[in-house]
């Protein structure tokens, strides 16, 4: 089950020495970042930069850094919150960790299942 720990918003270099502490911290063994495709699929400026960014993390550590579709998890993780009775600016200021839980429960759900 993905469960949130906190949010980095700090800017390279220091997110990824920032994620790297996380993985030492939490024993992690393997990284998922958010890969934002077009409803299409389709690849534009954001997913770039997101492969761009996975490429720093797996030249900084030494265990798999994997991408995810994250297509629809902030409207998801809205909708999550909205049905808790999350409201305003509360939702807003956590709306991105929500997003990342939904992202990564949904490579969990993804990685279960197995190749069909």
């Known amino acids: 089950m993905a469960l949130p720990v906190g949010t980095i ?8 020495i920032a994620i790297a502490a996380l993985v ?3 024993d992690v063994a393997e990284v998922v970042v958010g890969h934002p ?5 389709s690849k534009g400026a954001a997913s770039d930069k997101a492969e761009k960014f996975a490429d720093a993390l797996r030249g900084f550590l030494d265990l798999p850094v994997l ?7 902030t409207v998801e993780a809205e909708r999550r919150l909205a049905g808790v009775g999350v ?11 929500a997003a990342a839980t ?6 969990l759900d993804r990685t279960r299942e197995g190749p069909t």
Do not use: N, W
């Open 9 to 16: 918003r700090t800017g390279a270099p220091a997110d990824v």
């Open 102 to 107: 939904v992202i990564l429960q949904a490579y």
């Open 24 to 26: 030492g911290e939490f």
């Open 37 to 41: 495709l077009g409803l299409t699929g």
């Open 67 to 73: 991408l995810q579709d994250e297509r629809l998890s």
């Open 87 to 97: 409201k305003g600016a509360e939702r807003r200021a956590v709306v991105d960790q």
